[in-house]
């Protein structure tokens, strides 16, 4: 049985950094994703990593201050976050699934979410 979780949310100033932990009770999958909601938002599929060539993938809207990283000894995917804006005030989680994408519904099975909050 999968179980997944993140953590690591919080309240921040803007500028400052964020690292979420996803860890898993087994990496028996193909990718991971991070995906984040604002409230009245549609869901954003923002980080994808394929587990066998551990290439990610960022959105343009994080592009070049997210970065992902993996503790395959810990089954856990890091989120580093930094440079945080206000507009990345969102609650945020990973997923996992055969299918590494940006599209959320590739993803069956979802931790319960991670809020973070940037002030300006």
């Known amino acids: 049985q999968l179980l997944l979780g993140e953590s690591g949310g919080g309240l921040v100033q803007a500028g400052e950094s964020l690292r979420l932990p996803c860890t898993a009770s087994e990496l028996d999958f193909d990718a991971i994703g991070w995906f984040r909601q604002a409230p009245g938002k549609e869901r954003e599929g923002i980080s994808y990593?394929?587990?066998?060539?551990?290439?990610?993938k960022y959105a343009a809207s994080v592009k070049g201050r997210f970065t992902v990283s993996i503790d395959r000894a810990k089954n856990t995917v890091f989120l580093q976050m930094n440079s945080l804006k206000p507009e990345d005030t969102a609650v945020y989680y990973c997923?996992?699934?055969?299918?590494?994408?940006?599209?959320?519904?590739?993803?069956?099975?979802w931790g319960r979410g991670t809020q973070v909050t940037v002030s300006s």
């Open positions: 990593i394929n587990l066998v060539d551990r290439n990610p």
């Open positions: 997923a996992v699934g055969g299918t590494a994408s940006f599209n959320w519904r590739d993803y069956p099975y």
